[in-house]
Structure formats: C-alpha cells, structure tokens
C-alpha cells in the first residue's frame, strides 16, 4: 500500500506521516531537502530555477523508485513528485522566474518521469487556510520559515486546490486542517478506515 500525504508548507504532512507510520509499523519516506542548487537559486532565482526543480525532480524520482523496489508492504511518502511540478515549478513559472522554454522542458521531463512509477493507492491532502498554516510554521519554530510570505502561501493554497480538484486523478482524502486536528482521534479513525480498506483490497 502507497500512501502520499501533500499539502502546503506548515499543512502538517510530517507529523501524519509519522503517526501513520507508526500505527502501520510502516517505512516512512520524508521529503528531500538537500538540493546543490539552492545557494545558487536564492542568489539568482530566474538563472537557477530550472536546474533547481530538475535537482528536485530527479531526488523524488528516485526516492520513490528506491521505496517502491524495496517491496515493503506499507509505505507512507512526504510529498510527492506531482507537487514539484504542479505547484513548485508552476508556481516559479507564473511569477516569471522561470521561462516557458525551462518549464515546458521541465514538464516533458515530469511526464516521463511520472509514466515510470505508479500513482499512490491514496493521496492525503492536508487542506489548510494562510491563518493556520502560518499558527503551525511559528509554533514548529524553524527559524528559515518564520518570515515567510502570506502571500506566497496564499497563492501556493490556489494551486494546490486547483490540483486536486482539476489536474490530479488518483484517489484523494481531504482533510480540513483548519477543523480537523490530529490529536483527535476520530479524525485519524476517518484516515485510518479508509486506509484499512485500501490495504483489505489489495489483499
């Protein structure tokens, strides 16, 4: 069973990832960060764009074929592959820091890319307004994070909406991290049930 937990920065996908990984004694696979580009990118976002989202690209590509191969039963990802493309790079496209020329290459190389592996059995989407994402960001206290922009946030939440309801087509589960909290547990009763059927199926 492929569980893929998306959503925006502070929407909470590590801490699920973690308590579903434990509930399932479960492999978790945590989002990438480490790129040789990024120094670069925020000296010159519009020179190192497209080699900064390739990078990216190319780590959860492998990550994901590296957890897929390993044959574990249950596997839960941070992040996925289609929001590198979908928000990130179309996100660095619309704001003009990345050309059209960069970006359809980009997006040739995503589509390949996305034919190699399968889609996850169930993709989370943690759904959260700027207020609560920007609650979440100061009380995790990472230091890089604590003057970023609402506005970025606030853009980065239309496209994740406009992903999910229009672009993506696997199987979702939306929870409302604005109502819905994780110290709850009939919320995880919800994700843990629909889970529980996903992996009935598959047996």
Known sequence: MYIAIAGNIGSGKTTLTEIL??????KAYYEVTDNPYIGD????????SFQLQ???LGSRLQQTMDMLNEGADTVFQDRTIYEDAHIFADNLHKMGLMSSRDFETYMKVFRI??????????LIYLKASVPTLIAQIRKRGRE???NI???YLERLNTMYDNWI?????GEVLVIDKNTEDFADEAVLARICERLDAIKAQKR
Request: hydrophobic share 30%; aromatic share 18%; charged share 30%.
């Open 21 to 26: 990984a434990g509930r399932y004694s479960a």
């Open 41 to 48: 990118f925020y000296e010159n976002m519009n020179r190192w």
């Open 54 to 56: 390739i990078s990216f």
């Open 113 to 122: 890319s996305t034919d190699l592996i399968p889609k996850p059995d169930l």
């Open 144 to 146: 890089y994070e604590q």
């Open 149 to 151: 922009d609402t506005e």
């Open 165 to 169: 309801d229009n672009i993506y087509e």
